[in-house]
């Protein structure tokens, strides 16, 4: 098994966390993994990203530049990677901030109106756990009770959220692994 995973959105987005904490609970569930973030110059508002690689067996480079899935958490970020999703692959996109429609046929496409749950849950600071939650629900690489532990961990300071994350992570979920309606 190997992924490669590019996660990509505004600085602020948490698109950074959503990375550490794929690749650490990868680590923890005994997959391999690399996370290397880039951010741009600006930090809030600017452009981010996160490349994320997990396989069975040793990852020799840290980059993917023909990913087998992309998050995109904003209408930028699709315009930048869209193409580059290889044939077969999938793009997992926050609808909420979508202005176009997705025209490629050979991907499979999973719009996640990320926003609007995570304003419903009671903060858009979960959007991007919403997210998450809808790569590990379409992936299913890494065991959700795994994923929900290393989250924790990463959030020990913001117990106020624990809970609303808990519900973003299980709701992404259900939309990236088709059990529930976008």
Do not use: H, W
């Not at 480079?61 to 023909?66: G, L, N, Q, T």
């Not at 087998?68 to 996109?93: E, F, H, P, W």
């Not at 979508?98 to 419903?120: G, N, S």
């Amino acid at each position: 098994m190997l992924s490669r995973i590019i996660i990509s959105g505004f600085g602020g987005q948490g698109v950074m966390k959503i990375g550490e904490i794929i690749g650490q609970g990868a680590f923890e569930q005994g997959i391999k993994s690399t996370v290397l973030p880039t951010y741009g110059i600006e930090q809030r508002g600017g452009t981010a990203n996160t490349t994320v690689v997990i396989s069975d067996k040793e990852i020799t480079a840290p980059v993917a530049d023909c990913p087998d899935v992309v998050c995109a958490l904003n209408q930028a970020s699709v315009n930048k990677y869209l193409s580059s999703v290889k044939k077969g692959g999938c793009l997992i996109v926050n609808s909420s901030q979508l202005d176009t429609p997705i025209t490629r046929e050979d991907i499979q496409v999973i719009e996640v109106p990320a926003d609007e749950i995570a304003l419903k849950l009671g903060s858009i600071k979960v959007s991007n756990i919403v997210m998450m939650g809808a790569y590990l629900g379409y992936a299913k690489t890494i065991s959700l009770d795994v994923l929900r532990k290393t989250m924790d961990k990463k959030f020990t300071t913001k117990q106020e959220f624990a809970e609303m994350n808990s519900k973003a992570l299980e709701i992404g979920y259900s939309i990236g692994s088709g059990e529930a309606a976008s």
